[in-house]
Nanobody
Framework: QVQLVESGGGLVQPGGSLRLSCAAS????????MGWYRQAPGKERELVAR???????NYADSVKGRFTISRDNAKVTVYLQMNSLTPEDTAVYYC??????????????WGKGTLVTVSS
């Protein structure tokens, strides 16, 4: 099985920055796509950013130019650098790994989420 550990959430003032990390552990041969989603109170979960194994990225329009996703394959970790945060970014942020290849086969995984609160 694969375990995901998210970190980096917290309380930040508008205009501030946070860096989220999601580290995967277990017997993993490869991971296709790594990404971050978020769910604000009363809203549906939405894509924030995704990065493929080849390094291609895509972002939600609302975060383009402010957020940067990256991955370290050696550490099996995906990061989300969030700058110029606004109260509208307040949400629980979830890490998602797509097409994780291991001895068990091919599966997708969600992290448990980390809370980001942007408030003065």
């Amino acid at each position: 099985q694969v375990q995901l550990v998210e970190s980096g959430g917290g309380l930040v003032q508008p205009g501030g920055s946070l860096r989220l990390s999601c580290a995967a552990s277990g017997t993993i041969f490869s991971i296709n796509t790594m990404g971050w989603y978020r769910q604000a109170p009363g809203k549906e979960r939405e894509l924030v950013a995704r990065i493929t194994g080849g390094g291609s990225t895509n972002y939600a329009d609302s975060v383009k130019g402010r957020f940067t996703i990256s991955r370290d394959n050696a550490k099996v970790t995906v990061y989300l650098q969030m700058n110029s945060l606004t109260p509208e970014d307040t949400a629980v942020y979830y890490c998602r790994l797509e097409r994780v290849i291991g001895p068990w086969g091919d599966m997708d995984y969600w992290g448990k989420g980390t809370l980001v609160t942007v408030s003065s």
